[in-house]
C-alpha cells in the first residue's frame, strides 16, 4: 500500500530512470502531468492573502458559459516536504491540464488556490473560508465574463475532493460555525477524483497515507478533542446533498476505497443521486490527466451535471 507521496516519488522516479521506455497505459507520471503545455488563464484575487487567488479560462463565444470549480489535492497541505517533490505538486499548477481540456469543451474553469496546512491562514478555519469565497467570488465574476451561475459544478481531486464536497453543504452548518457562510453560488453538482469524502473516518490512517497527521493539522486536534470540527468539516454529516455526485474509485488501497464506498452507499440510502466508477488506472493522478482514459467518465459526469449532455 502507497502513500500519496509514496505514489509521487515513485513516478517521478520512473519518469527521470526509463526516458523512452513504454509506460503501461494510464500510469500518469504526475510530473510530466505538471509540465503539460497548456493555455493561459487569467489570475485573478479573490481576497487579500498570497494564495487568495484563482485561474479563469473562458471558452470561445460569447457564453452565458457553465462552469467548472476546480480545487487540487495534496494532503491539505502547503508541501509534502518530500525530496524531488516540487511545490507545485500540490497547487492548482497540477490542475491546469484538466482545466485546459474542460475549457476546450466550452466550459469555464475556475481553478482555485487557497492556504493550506503550513501556509499563513491555513488549518481551521482559514482554509474552509478561502474556498467559500473563492466560490462565491464568481457572483462578482458573472457579469463581465458572461458565466451561466445556474450551472456550476465542483471538481475535487483527492483532498480537494473532499473540499469540494464540503462546498455543497457549507450553507446547512450552524450558523455559529467558524466555517458556516451562505452560499452565494449553488452547486449543481460534485466530482470527487479520488478523494476521502470523511475526515473522521480517515483520520486513523492519515499517518499512514500523508507520512504527517494532517487531518489533526487541519482541524486543530482528534475527534475527541474537537468533535463539532470533524463534523462540521465533512459532508457525510449532512447528507442528503440533494445533488448529483460522482466518484472516482481506485482499486487501492483498499482503506481508503472503503470509506468512499461506505459514504455512496450511505448517500444512495439518503436518497442522493450518486455514482462510483471504477478507475482502469492504477496511478492517483490518471482521474485528472486528459490523456488518461480515466479523465473520460470524469468529463461525462461534468458535462451531465451542466446540462451539456
Known amino acids: 500500500m502507497r502513500s500519496l507521496r509514496s505514489w509521487v516519488l515513485v513516478l517521478a ?4 530512470t526509463a526516458i523512452g521506455a513504454p509506460r503501461a497505459a494510464a500510469q500518469t507520471d504526475p510530473i510530466k502531468l505538471l509540465h503539460t503545455p497548456t493555455s493561459h488563464g487569467e489570475r485573478i484575487a479573490y481576497g487579500p492573502g498570497p494564495l487568495n487567488f484563482g485561474e479563469l479560462r473562458l471558452p470561445p463565444g460569447r457564453g452565458p458559459f457553465p462552469v467548472a470549480i476546480l480545487v487540487h489535492g495534496g494532503c491539505w497541505s502547503s508541501t509534502l516536504n518530500e525530496e524531488g517533490v516540487p511545490p507545485a505538486m500540490v497547487s492548482y499548477e497540477l490542475l491546469e491540464p484538466a482545466a485546459d ?3 476546450r469543451l466550452g466550459i469555464a ?10 501556509d499563513v491562514g491555513g488549518g481551521w478555519p482559514g482554509t474552509y473560508r478561502a474556498i467559500s469565497e473563492a466560490s462565491d467570488h464568481l457572483r462578482a465574476l458573472a457579469p ?16 480537494g475532493g473532499q473540499l469540494s464536497l464540503w462546498l455543497a453543504v457549507r450553507g446547512r ?5 467558524a466555517i458556516y457562510s451562505k452560499p452565494a453560488v449553488t452547486l449543481r453538482g460534485v466530482v470527487d477524483v479520488d478523494g476521502m469524502p470523511d475526515l473522521k473516518s480517515f483520520w486513523p490512517l492519515q499517518q499512514q497515507m500523508c507520512d504527517a497527521p494532517v487531518v489533526t493539522s487541519l482541524l486543530g486536534g482528534s475527534p475527541q478533542e474537537v468533535p463539532d470540527r470533524y463534523r462540521e468539516a465533512s459532508p457525510g454529516p449532512f447528507l442528503p446533498l440533494r445533488i448529483p455526485q460522482m466518484f472516482l474509485l481506485r482499486a487501492e488501497p483498499q482503506s481508503t476505497r472503503r470509506i468512499s464506498e461506505q459514504y455512496v452507499a450511505t448517500a444512495r440510502k439518503a436518497g442522493d443521486p450518486v455514482t462510483s466508477v471504477d478507475q482502469q488506472g492504477r496511478s492517483h493522478f490518471d482521474g485528472i490527466n486528459p490523456e488518461s482514459k480515466d479523465w473520460a467518465p470524469v468529463v461525462q459526469s461534468v458535462k451531465a451535471m451542466l446540462g451539456l449532455s
Open 101 to 103: 481540456a474542460l475549457t
Open 13 to 16: 522516479s520512473l519518469a527521470a
Open 109 to 118: 474553469t475556475w481553478n482555485i488556490e487557497y492556504p493550506r496546512v503550513g
Open 173 to 177: 452548518l450552524p450558523k455559529t460555525s
Open 144 to 159: 463581465r465574463r458572461h458565466l451561466d451561475l445556474g450551472r456550476v459544478i465542483a471538481l475535487g481531486h483527492s483532498s
